[in-house]
């Protein structure tokens, strides 16, 4: 009898150990080490892929399919002149130093982002606002300057995340957020560690640990993915590898969308740019699919604007400018080229601007344009190409959400200046009916199509790579995140 | 032997000044603002304004240069730009990875080349000569971080005996061992074939010298007199190339750290240059440059110490 009980006991167990414990603990890979932890200063992305969600939340938030919905404030109201938000925010929030998050906090982040000596990389975001006021712990009150149709989403940004004066000078290296997952520990070039905040306001994450490792080196990734070292690669940088992943029964691929509008960025300014003719005729020299075939093996999307086309208000332009030689040769012979001309073109470290570089650069030829080719590090090519303007052409991806308004700066790199496209923006961030906004905004995306501003390439595809089991990742990349708050692993 | 001394010293002196004013120079006039690659593209005058400020960048290049001087002087080595860090703390995390790893590679590069160099020699013209010179010939073609790769792909992917790359950790040394093991073989074997053939043709000189010559007369055979004569002699050259390999395996291992991702000093400075984090890369490169130039006034002195005709000729 004794022996039989011994014996159901453990089969019992055993039962369990098969069933009830799913692994809790995850190991993901990006290519970048964040520079720093503090999200509200500085623009690297790595930053935000680590501790967006996971650890920091702003009043808003995004979700994967890049919708905005409530984070840190539960509700808002907006006043009748859309000048006044007024926020409530969740009761019972604290930071991950135990300290509670109120209206202050809010008041304090927004407040600091947008100070004089502000070193926040999108100031911009805080522009509008005109005065924050705390009105009770739980209530705080928004004065915009002017209206904002994108203050909402603004607010979901990495950038605009809420802060804690108490924690603010070592946010860098130990940062304090009120996310599901709080800081455990980073081990500088090499991991970095975050644990389950039990004390978390909104359903509790599955994971209980999370290592993040670093991985640039695109043979290193293939190694570290296929002998499972990391159970997941977020930007995995090898596309050619993704059908052996594919067809391998221990992993799965997903192929997201970002918010990279990969473009031909031409000096708007500089002859022979500053003709319409000869960017017409660079816009039809251009082969779209054989750029994605060639340098993203297959992956991305054409794009006809400056515009993502997962966005609901996306406008298909692609027929503006098909790829046809010939018209690209008449329209420069138009314009006083017919022997063609030599230009520079500058592309920075991605292999979307080195490969699809030397692709563009032949199709480039065939019409008669000859380019003479820099490869650039990122901080020469933003000295050179963003700040100095000396270039004519590059490849690069913007991979901002939403950032069609950079076309209504004339002194942005690529210098269009265009005054009825500038009031257009005008009127869409003044306007806050979501009708009229998508109105606005295709006529927006149309009329830079028609000016062959740039050459538009295609939209950036983003791939993971992750163990087969694990279920609930982000498939798309609407900001820089790998959101770990949704993820478990089966079985 | 003071005179010498102070000679040295005021030479090492002279040569670290050099040093410094050269990397300042070099490293500043690199094209791109520190300060725009940190905000990137969205950034606002304002705010550029704001960080430059902060990071100093503002002041004119003299005062800086000798703030950095001044710094290093009272052992401060600077905070890093992006990774608001003291410089020193970096260095003495990446230094457990970096150093251990070269002296890994070089004690397994040693263990391979002495008794391969001394086989080839002792059996020139053999088969096992043969054998060995073709080895190495191959060792010195294949480029360390191709061969890092075949590492990865049989002994990570395939047997999965270690991971494809990461450092465990001093905690537990064993782990720590394991994880450097693949980059110091890496890292070993072109050394070690170098150094093998180093080792063989040194070997051959000093059984063509006269004493050799005079040894084989009293009656040794050509083994015994390389064992008892010739080998002693023969290490001098080899022990100069044993402490060239060390300071290229200190400061070298930057693409065998890139390939299996360790955090050591190469990627540290890989990363910093690509970040512009300037005063990351001057303070390292200086203090990489301060330890070869200390060792080399050391082996300086370790030579007149040895040799006093050194001595008399300073």
Do not use: C
């Not at chain 1, 109120?102 to 926040?120: H, I, Y």
């Not at chain 1, 052996?244 to 002859?271: C, H, Y």
């Not at chain 2, 970096?98 to 002792?122: D, N």
């Amino acid at each position: 009898m004794y022996m039989i009980t011994r014996l159901t006991a453990t089969a019992g167990l055993a039962l369990l150990g098969t069933t009830a414990l799913a692994q809790t603990d995850i190991t993901v890979a990006i290519q970048l080490e964040p520079p720093n932890l503090d999200p509200t200063s500085g623009a690297a992305q790595a930053i935000d892929s680590v501790l967006y969600s996971n650890v920091f939340e702003g009043l808003t938030r995004f979700m994967a399919d890049g919708s905005v919905v409530p984070g840190l404030a539960q509700s808002w109201e907006i006043s009748g002149d859309g000048l006044t938000y007024t926020f409530t925010l969740r009761p019972g929030v604290t930071f991950h130093d135990g300290t509670v998050m109120d209206a202050a906090d809010v008041k304090f982040s927004l407040d600091r982002a947008r100070a004089e000596d502000s070193t926040n990389a999108q100031k911009g975001l805080f522009a509008d606002i005109a005065e924050v006021t705390v009105i009770d712990p739980q209530t705080v009150k928004v004065r915009l300057a002017q209206q904002n149709g994108a203050f909402l989403f603004n607010m979901a940004w990495g950038d605009a995340v809420i802060v804690a004066p108490e924690s603010i000078e070592t946010i860098a290296t130990n940062p304090i957020g009120t996310g599901a997952f709080a800081f455990a520990d980073w081990v500088q070039g090499d991991r970095l560690e975050l644990t389950r905040n039990d004390a978390y306001w909104g359903t509790p994450p599955a994971l209980e640990a999370a290592t993040f490792r670093f991985i640039a080196d695109p043979t290193a990734a293939f190694a570290a993915v296929m002998a499972e070292d990391v159970d997941v690669f977020v930007g995995y940088p090898a596309p050619e590898n993704l059908p052996q992943f594919e067809a391998d029964p221990r992993f799965q691929v997903l192929v997201g969308n970002t918010e990279g509008e990969t473009i031909l960025s031409t000096n708007n300014k500089m002859p022979p740019f500053d003709n319409p003719l000869v960017r017409e005729a660079l816009a039809h020299a251009i082969d779209r699919q054989a750029i994605i075939d060639g340098a993203m093996f297959g992956y991305g999307t054409p794009i006809g604007t400056h515009f993502a086309p997962h966005n609901p208000d996306y406008v298909d332009l692609l027929d503006t400018s098909p790829h046809d030689p010939d018209r690209a040769r008449a329209l420069l012979a138009e314009a006083g080229f017919a022997e063609g001309f030599t230009t520079t073109l500058k592309l920075p470290p991605p292999s979307y601007a080195r490969r699809g570089g030397e692709i563009i650069a032949a199709q480039l030829r065939e019409v008669g344009i000859q380019t003479e080719i820099t490869n650039v590090e990122w901080a020469q090519w933003i000295e050179e190409v963003f700040t100095n303007k000396d270039f004519g052409l590059t490849i690069v991806s913007h991979t901002e959400p939403m950032d069609i308004g950079i076309y209504a700066n004339p002194d942005y790199y690529f210098q269009y200046d265009n005054p009825d496209f500038q009031a257009l923006m005008d009127r869409l961030n003044a306007t806050t009916d979501p009708a009229a906004r998508s109105d606005l905004m295709a006529q927006a995306q149309t009329i830079i199509a028609q000016d062959y501003v740039n050459g538009f390439l295609f939209q950036l595809a983003v791939p993971t790579v992750a163990n087969a089991k694990i279920n609930g990742l982000w498939t798309d990349q609407p900001t820089a995140a790998v959101d770990l708050t949704g993820v478990s692993w089966s079985e | 032997m003071i005179r010498y001394t102070l000679r040295r010293l005021i030479s090492l002196l002279l040569s670290l000044l050099a040093a410094s004013i050269i990397i300042f120079a070099v490293i500043e006039v690199i094209p791109g603002d520190p300060a725009a690659f940190m905000l990137g593209v969205n950034a606002r005058e304002d705010t550029l304004a704001a960080l430059r400020d902060q990071m100093g960048l503002n002041d004119p290049l003299p005062i800086r240069y000798l703030a950095w001087v001044g710094g290093l002087l009272t052992g401060d080595l600077g905070t890093s730009w992006t990774y608001k860090t003291p410089v020193a703390d970096l260095v003495s995390d990446r230094i457990w990875v970096s150093l251990p790893l070269a002296l890994y590679a070089l004690t397994l590069s040693t263990l391979i080349a002495f008794p391969a160099g001394i086989i080839a020699a002792a059996r020139r013209g053999g088969p096992a000569d043969l054998g060995i010179m073709g080895a190495t010939q191959l060792g010195v073609a294949i480029p360390n971080f191709w061969f890092a790769m075949i590492l990865v792909l049989i002994f990570a992917i395939n047997l999965r005996w270690f991971s494809a790359g990461g450092f465990a950790g001093w905690d537990d040394p064993l782990a720590a061992l394991k994880s450097l093991t693949l980059p110091a073989i890496a890292l070993a074997l072109p050394q070690a074939a170098i150094l093998a053939r180093v080792m063989r043709s040194s070997l051959l000189d000093m059984l063509g010298e006269d004493f050799i010559r005079t040894a084989r007369a009293k009656g040794l055979s050509r083994r015994q007199a390389l064992w008892r004569h010739a080998l002693r002699n023969a290490l001098i050259p080899v022990l100069t190339i044993i402490g060239l390999q060390f300071s290229f395996l200190l400061a070298g291992g930057i693409i065998i750290e890139q390939v299996f991702f360790l955090p050591g000093l190469g990627r540290l400075i890989f990363q910093a240059i690509s970040a512009r984090d300037l005063i990351v890369v001057e303070s390292v490169v200086m203090l990489l440059v301060f330890t070869v130039i200390i060792v080399n006034f050391a082996v300086d002195l370790a030579y007149a110490a040895v040799d006093p005709r050194l001595r008399r000729r300073a």
